[in-house]
């Protein structure tokens, strides 16, 4: 098992920059991959960014550019360097861990962090 905490969220206004941390309860270095996720109100959770325990990374079109996800292995820890913020990417972003088992992987998610980007 692991626990994860997100921390880093609040109100922004637009254009301006936050950096979330996604912090875990053991070390991170054999998980198969680390990711950021967010659910806008009455919208579907989708992926915002991805980091693979090759360091490979992956963004949604629509923060390409403004995002960036890296891994602290030594910290445990996850971050996602949020730039030129928008309105519409006022959601709550939840950290998911994707974790090898005896039998295959699970995920594993955190409590979520509120962003709210507004003037």
């Known amino acids: 098992q692991v626990q994860l905490v997100e921390s880093g969220g609040g109100l922004v206004q637009p254009g301006g920059s936050l950096r979330l941390s996604c912090a875990a309860s053991?070390?991170?270095?054999?998980?198969?991959?680390m990711g950021w996720y967010r659910q806008a109100p009455g919208k579907q959770r989708e992926l915002v960014a991805i980091?693979?325990?090759?360091?490979?990374?992956n963004y949604a079109d629509s923060v390409k550019g403004r995002f960036t996800i890296s891994r602290d292995n030594a910290k445990n820890t996850v971050y996602l360097q949020m730039n030129s913020l928008k309105p519409e990417d006022t959601a709550v972003y939840y950290c998911?861990?994707?974790?090898?088992?005896?039998?295959?992987?699970?995920?594993?998610w955190g409590q979520g962090t509120q962003v709210t980007v507004s003037s």
């Open positions: 980091i693979r325990s090759s360091s490979s990374t």
């Open positions: 998911k861990a994707n974790i090898p088992t005896a039998i295959g992987a699970r995920d594993y």
């Open positions: 053991r070390s991170i270095s054999s998980f198969y991959a």
